[in-house]
């Protein structure tokens, strides 16, 4: 990215990119980063804290950046395919390392997780799925039936392996989202129904063919009570006592939050006196509202909620590239109620460039349209 920026800059127009500025897709994350900014000043934590505390939100500043370029560039594309090819990639090597661990690129600890974690795995993969599913649609209509077929596989691909080899729990909540929003958006009633049991048929299915899935879901009912029973550490248990300890802080400082970075610190003066996975320093608290309530109370919020908001606004027309930055926002929205993706560095970098070159795609065509339209009505010249 920093090389990236060093090759943009110098090529931009002053004036086009602050007709670019105006819209609130783009200053609202500058907003928000100013708002982190300004927020080490009532932090009562060390400075280099709370300039940590500005790293998660630092990454919102290339959104307005890559929105400018990519409506000038027409390679936008490129950047999905190549997206979809790098995940088909990694669920291949997935399978493989499944059977066969020595393959792996990184030390994890899943089975079939080649590097980073089941969670980025599963928010790229599902990404995939929605990205597609216009594609056989569209293809099918158009008699193109081996393009249809090709990627009908390939979703039913990453499909087999969230289902069977590694899946992130919150997958499965954004993925129902996710279904009813291509439903919506891409079919007529009738087809719509037909799609809903369609799937209710493949979730029964799968349940029953997936001792993998029914282990992951099941769990979560044994985490709860291994929490509530014997207040042990469980993955449920930790979020359910992060969510607990949050609220209570967010109370202490609610319109403007305890600044930047202090998320550290306030968890760390509740774990004193704690032992085991309790007593762990931690900086998130697995909510983005929550995250962002801590530091920067209710003002935050509103940026932050303004910002998802003009961002969904911002893909409301139809084409491809609207439909893939509209599945980037909602799933990153979705996802971002049991963790906090916004701020993590995968996600939050797939939201990123997600919004960022989807956006400017559909800016191309939005001007390109506007063209035509204004060559139309000037009419015939004499």
Known sequence: MVIWFIVLIPTIEPRRFLEVLKGPACWLPLAFLGLALVGTLWADGPWPARLQGISPVAKLLAIPFLIYHFERSRRGLWVLVAFLASCALLMGLSWLVLFAPGWKIAATEVPGVPLKNSINQSQEFALCIFGLAPLVLASFKQRRLALAAACAALMLAFFANMMFVVLARTALLYMLVLTILFAARHLERRAMWLL???AAAIAILTWFTSPYLRERV?????????YTEVFEPTSTGQRLEYWRISIRSVGEA???GHGTGSTRQLFDREAVG???AWANSITNPHNQTLY????????GCIVLYAMWYFHLLLFREAGFAAWIGLIV???????SLLNSHLFDFHEGWMYVLGVGVAGGMVARAKRAGNARSQVND?????
Do not use: C, D, H
């Open 196 to 198: 809903f049991m369609g």
């Open 218 to 226: 099941e769990r979560v009912g044994f985490e709860y009570r291994e």
């Open 254 to 256: 609610p319109l403007f």
């Open 274 to 276: 704690k032992t085991g």
């Open 292 to 299: 962002v309530a801590l530091q920067w109370g209710v003002l």
């Open 329 to 335: 926002v909602v799933q990153n929205i979705v996802s």
């Open 378 to 382: 000037a009419g015939p010249v004499a």
